[in-house]
């Protein structure tokens, strides 16, 4: 789901103020009078990719002129060919030429989490495994990056700590351990509130399994021990969910589909995804 407006246009103002600063003085020394002629725009799809955040470069270049026409030929969540038209812009060329970078970047840097996220999910088609992203990303971009994993077909894991309980190595160190973080925990928390735990060994998924979790992670465990955790966890509490994740490739993330896991999670398809390439080209 696009996060509305009023919570992404201040993100939006902030970067465009970053680009323009004092002024655009390029722009501004083609048209000094501020009387800049009406023209089009188009952006063309440089890769095979997916694209993702057109309504937001939309949004960009709506903030800057509200006048300014911009409509999408692709969509979001299409797959495009380098070559493809993705979206004509018409109005001021003063405008288009301001909003240009911003627009351009936040969409290509998305339209690679999107493309990214596509490779992942079509890997494990066909099982009943979810993939999920995570909080590794930029800050001030995650609501944005998070929306392009979805546009790519992953699941949202948190936005933030305020989401859910997510009881880690560190808390567990902290603790003293998993049965002691998860007594704390629900003892200051809203009943609605759902409370993962990560574990590393044998010994804590049968620790974990005595707690009645809602998720229990299976964090960079073996093939083989992640099968016996999975069969303990289904023995034990089948109504828990199971999450893998650490160190998750496009190499390994079908084999941990097929053991039969609830969700996959991992960021790469944030941390390790590539820009789709996309240009802008004047047609005055």
């Not at 600063?21 to 009387?35: C, K, M, Q």
């Not at 063309?44 to 694209?51: F, Q, S, T, Y």
């Not at 099982?127 to 800050?139: N, S």
């Not at 567990?172 to 590393?200: C, D, L, N, Q």
Request: hydrophobic fraction near 45%; proline fraction near 3%; avoid cysteine.
């Amino acid at each position: 789901m696009l996060p509305p407006f009023v919570v992404l246009d201040p993100l939006l103002a902030e970067w465009l103020r970053e680009d323009i600063g004092r002024g655009d003085r390029s722009t501004g020394g083609l048209f000094p009078d501020g009387n800049a002629p009406i023209g089009k725009a188009v952006w063309i799809a440089k890769a095979d990719g997916v694209v993702a955040g057109l309504t937001i470069a939309a949004r960009v270049f709506h903030l800057l002129d509200a006048t300014v026409q911009f409509v999408t030929i692709a969509r979001d969540g299409a797959a495009v060919k380098s070559g493809d038209l993705l979206a004509e812009i018409n109005g001021s060329l003063a405008t288009l030429l301001m909003g240009e970078r911003v627009a351009l970047n936040l969409v290509m840097r998305l339209s690679g989490i999107a493309s990214a996220t596509a490779d992942y999910v079509k890997a494990i088609a066909g099982t009943t495994a979810h993939l999920v992203d995570t909080r590794k990303t930029i800050p001030g971009m995650r609501l944005l990056e998070k929306y392009a994993t979805s546009v790519g077909g992953a699941i949202n894991h948190r936005y933030g700590l305020d989401d859910a309980v997510m009881l880690k190595d560190n808390h567990i160190a902290a603790a003293g351990g998993i049965t002691e973080a998860v007594k704390r925990v629900r003892e200051h928390i809203p009943f609605t509130t759902s409370i993962e735990v990560e574990t590393e060994s044998i010994a804590q998924v049968k620790e974990a399994v005595t707690l009645n979790l809602d998720v229990i992670m299976l964090d960079n465990m073996p093939l083989d021990m992640m099968r016996e955790a999975i069969a303990i966890v289904r023995d034990y509490s089948p109504y828990t969910k199971i999450e893998a994740s650490g160190n998750i490739t496009l190499n390994s993330i079908a084999q941990i589909a097929e053991l039969g896991v609830d969700y996959i999670s991992t960021s790469a398809m944030v941390t390790r995804s590539h820009w789709l390439d996309i240009s802008m080209r004047i047609r005055a």
